[in-house]
């Protein structure tokens, strides 16, 4: 059984950074891709980042290629988003994301999910 649990979010002024946490049990995060999701109200579930299991190579939705950078830490069994300058519209659920087999890292195919945390962005 893979577990998935998120931390880090929470109420940050514009211009803010956080750092997401994404804890895995069951599967270590060398062994699957890992990808980060969020989900804003009213909108659909939209793809954040991504790490590849095989060779650590990482993918980024365009529009946030220059402010979030997705890490992992083998030792620690965890992946991270480093959002940096945070603007009112990057308020959603975020959720993590592992699969061990996933080709189209973009697609939300994910086999694992998280509960997701919540991040909101005041202006």
């Known amino acids: 059984q893979v577990q998935l649990v998120e931390s880090g979010g929470g109420l940050v002024q514009a211009g803010g950074s956080l750092r997401l946490s994404c804890a895995a049990s069951g599967r270590t995060v060398s062994s699957s891709t890992m990808g980060w999701f969020r989900q804003a109200p009213g909108k659909q579930r939209e793809f954040v980042a991504s790490?590849?299991?095989?060779?650590?190579?990482?993918a980024y939705a365009d529009s946030l290629k220059d402010r979030f950078t997705i890490s992992r830490s083998i030792a620690k069994n965890t992946v991270y988003l480093q959002m940096n300058s945070l603007k009112p519209e990057d308020t959603a659920v975020y959720y993590c994301?592992?699969?061990?087999?996933?080709?189209?890292?973009?697609?939300?195919?994910?086999?694992?999910w998280g509960q997701g945390t919540q991040v909101t962005v005041s202006s």
């Open positions: 994301a592992a699969d061990p087999r996933i080709s189209d890292v973009q697609g939300d195919d994910y086999v694992y």
């Open positions: 790490i590849r299991r095989t060779n650590g190579a990482t």
